[in-house]
């Protein structure tokens, strides 16, 4: 059998990513009964970081963990050859001979792409600058156990057009939802991504719109999302950042032109005080983000089932 990867979401399509979601929700119920579920057993999965990580980092060891399997951490730049300069190419082949599954974050969406080509095993993309497809897939999971189909939604990401945008893009178009993104002029999101997404979304009857308001983003929304104004990388460009994107706040004044019943959704970790206030993050009627956190590691579950058993 082929071997398939998550190297973004666009490559599932609508069906692929309706059976991760039940397959997810099966394996959360086992864990919520506290049944024990080992599909995984005797089978390994690498994961390799050169970016830090909490949620992401845990959720896979535990996941791996709670399925029989066995997760090994490699930090990429402490332990590997790639970062003195092997090859990505035979580094894919010579995992490829040890691992079930690759799990990888890094900066250049190339190189993950050059490692999902090389790679035997299949390669799960745990953040690059490009794109966060584990994130957008658990957000969208997260909106079904609240509210149902996805489909017809409409959700507000307000913010830098950053790998959190991008996946959004190419999530909300498979899976019908409308995007509205409001990014400081100078940030918007990437144009070809933003091309492939609305060529995905036109067949699936949803729109994706990019403005510079985000006033108008988040009219009568039933999400707004938002993500930190400087992403891992662009540290040096923090103060410049804060200057641009202070009105794009998720504040009280903001989410009060959603929907009464909007979810306020963020990847975390979350700049408070920042891109969103305390009030909002911590409000119970609206924020679902320990939730978002919670189902990385259910959704990851799924993903590792559906691709190394
Ligand atoms: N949301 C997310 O990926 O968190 P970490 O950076 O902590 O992994
Ligand atoms: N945009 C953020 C997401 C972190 C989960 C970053 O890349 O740092």
Redesign the pocket.
């Known amino acids: 059998m082929q071997k398939k990867d998550l190297v973004a979401i666009k490559d599932w399509n609508e069906e692929e990513i309706k059976h991760l979601f039940r397959t997810a929700a099966r394996i959360k119920e086992y864990q919520k009964a506290g049944v024990e579920y080992h599909p995984l057993k005797g089978k390994s999965l690498g994961m390799l970081f050169s ?1 830090a ?1 909490t ?2 980092r845990v959720s896979f060891e535990v996941g791996m963990f709670q399925l029989g399997g066995y997760p090994l951490y490699l930090d990429i730049k402490a332990n590997l050859q790639v970062a003195r300069g092997e090859s990505i190419e035979d580094t894919a082949v010579v995992l490829s001979r040890y691992l079930d599954g690759i799990m990888i974050r890094t900066y250049a969406h190339n190189d993950v792409e050059k490692l999902a080509e090389f790679s035997t095993a299949p390669v799960i993309n745990g ?1 690059t ?1 490009l794109l ?1 497809p584990c ?1 957008v897939l658990t957000d969208i999971f997260t909106f079904v156990e609240h509210r149902g189909d996805p489909k017809g939604a409409t959700v507000a990401y307000i913010g ?1 057009g ?3 945008a991008h996946s959004w893009l190419y999530g909300a178009a498979r899976t019908g939802m409308n995007l509205n993104i409001a990014s400081p002029s100078g940030y918007e999101v990437d144009a070809n991504v933003l091309k492939e997404a609305k060529q995905i979304a036109e067949n699936n009857n949803c729109t994706l719109n990019i403005m510079n308001d985000p006033k108008a983003a988040v009219k009568d929304v039933d999400v707004v999302y938002t ?2 104004w ?5 540290e040096e460009e923090h103060a410049e950042r804060v200057n641009k994107f202070k009105d794009f706040q998720l504040n009280r004044d903001l989410l009060d032109l959603a929907d009464k019943d909007a979810l306020v959704m963020h ?3 979350a700049h408070r005080g920042e891109e969103i206030t305390d009030d909002v993050m911590d409000d119970p009627k609206y924020s679902v983000v320990f939730d978002e956190a919670e189902n990385r590691m259910h959704l990851q579950k799924g993903i590792l089932y559906l691709l190394m058993k």
């Not at 400087?230 to 662009?234: P, W």
């Open positions: 970016k990580s949620r992401t953040l600058d966060h994130q830098d950053n790998n959190m993500d930190v400087a992403s891992m990388g662009e990847c975390l970790p």
